[in-house]
């Protein structure tokens, strides 16, 4: 079965630079989440959307931003990054309602240098 | 979004069903319990999730109290392979927006 797709799976940048990150959700959902999680630490919900329409913001800095295209894939894009920006970041599609799952995509781990 | 309570870590022995709890007391009536696990440093894994009935599938069975403050994850045959981190979380929001919020985990060593 499909899965969720994340490109790049290793990124390396310098300070100040920019990335972006692209999620691939499963067919036919239509909900995308990012996560943040630095080393040690638990996954921190950064930000969602739904049908393509921003639906919920976490702990994103404003030095990110996000969205979901018409074909319902997803790009985190960073800008000035900064070293603490260093973490996995995975990206989870759902069918939307709570009653059913979100499968995590194998996630994009970004160092910046 | 209800919190929930978890032991920092649990050991159990291969082959033995692994007990995992998990406590929500403030959990509502239209919030739903899942459990992820993370296997270091892969993407959090969908292991099952309920309402108030208990759930079973090939991975894990889920069992939830009558009053739905608590529950607990079975793994009835633990394998080397089940060592990971272990997340309970309770799951609400308004369609689209219904993000699962990572607590602390339960980290699960299973031993040979």
């Known amino acids: 079965a499909a899965g969720v797709i994340q490109s790049p799976r290793h990124l390396i940048k310098e300070k100040r630079e920019t990335a972006t990150l692209k999620c691939y959700p499963i067919p036919r959902h239509d909900t995308v989440y990012w996560y943040q999680q630095g080393p040690g630490q638990d996954p921190q919900f950064l930000i969602s959307f739904y049908e393509k329409m921003q639906s919920d913001k976490g702990s994103i800095p404003d030095r990110f931003s996000a969205q979901q295209f018409s074909d319902y894939h997803s790009e985190l894009n960073m800008s000035s990054l900064e070293l603490g920006d260093s973490a996995l970041y995975f990206c989870?599609?759902?069918?939307?309602?709570?009653?059913?799952?979100?499968?995590f995509g194998q996630g994009t781990r970004l160092t910046v240098v | 979004d209800a919190k929930t309570t978890q032991p920092t870590s649990m050991d159990c022995a291969e082959g033995r069903a692994a007990n995992l709890p998990c406590n929500h007391s403030t959990i509502s009536g239209n919030e739903y319990v899942y459990w992820y696990r993370q296997i270091h440093s892969q993407g959090p894994q969908y292991i099952i999730h309920g309402l108030k009935n208990n759930e079973t599938n090939e991975m894990a069975s889920l069992i939830i109290t009558e009053d739905r403050k608590s529950s607990t994850l079975i793994l009835p045959h633990a394998t080397l392979r089940d060592t990971a981190v272990y997340y309970c979380i309770v799951r609400v929001g308004n369609p689209g927006s219904e993000k699962l919020v990572f607590g602390k985990g339960t980290k699960l060593t299973v031993n040979p």
């Open positions: 989870a599609s759902s069918f939307r309602g709570q009653s059913t799952e979100a499968f």
